[in-house]
């Protein structure tokens, strides 16, 4: 497998995309946006997209040059149109003009529609917190979706992942989960590196319990199952909610087959902890907290009890200094991208 430093990433991704029909400025946002996924360990929401992306472009899934617009607001929110530009682009946006609320009001929302795939949730909720705030975005996908209803064998929801991150003792605590037993692109890794995946992630088109990847993609369609394993139905009111607050109150919608694809919903808040509680209080709170956490005693054979977010740094620290590690047909198929659009990698 080719491995590629962090600046070769976010160069691949800033001249496959720019080459695709991205601005510069664009291209630029949303390949920090991959590259860091990549490198804090969410290959799922990596450099792997850039062939999703790139179809998107061509399809007019993604319309590049578009800029978002704010069609309502009040003191502390912020309605957005993304118009099916990137939707790193509609995010960046967004929380910008979301931060200045917060710190006006105390606390506010945002809503996105029409908004393309973000990417990695915990890469913004993770920037809110070094600001201060305790922040909370999630995403809907309004259109069929990948995973099946608690009991059902048909695809009808997203994987409506949820973030929410606040300032730790020493570095931000990062909550980033799908409602769902796993992210679609964690089966995309896994078909194109040729592995099997856990059981109780996913059944097959005949609602079969699987554990082949590539029963998601076959003809009829596998399904990915909500979160909890026999306790699934936790999972998909968590989703069911998710489909309320992004897909609805957004304007998106839920259930729509009238819409390109990748065309989300968003929710976002952020919270000025310096006005809610005062940030000396809420770090004294919060050093008394994790000490309380991390000094449980652990079960045989765990060296250490981790927080939210403290394995993707983990992950960080390693890939900075190695390299990230690209699965070859995933290579394969970023490479035959870049010749179609006369791009050296």
Known sequence: MPVLSANELLEMGTKILTAAGATPEEASVVAAELSGANLVGHDSHGVMRLMQY?????????KPGVSPEVIREGAAFLVVDAHFGFGQVASTFAFDQLATKA????????????CNHVGRLGSYTEMAAEKGFAALMSVNAPGPGQVAPFGAMERRMGTNPISMAAPGNEAPIVLDMTT???AEGKLRVAHQSGL????GWMIDGAGNPSTTPGDFYAEPNGCILPLGGPLAHKGFGLSVMVDVFCGILSGSGVGRNDLPRGANGVWMQLIDIEQIVGREEYDGWMKSYEEHIKSAKKCPGVEKIMFPGEMERQTY????????SIPDETWRQISELAG?????V
């Open 103 to 114: 710190r006006d009001c105390g606390t506010a929302d945002a809503f996105i529609r029409n």
């Open 54 to 62: 790139v179809s998107f472009i061509r399809d007019g899934h993604i």
């Open 317 to 324: 620290t390693k890939r900075i200094q190695d390299g990230v």
């Open 196 to 199: 099997q995946v856990p059981e």
């Open 180 to 182: 769902s037993a796993t």
């Open 340 to 344: 179609t659009l006369n791009v050296s």
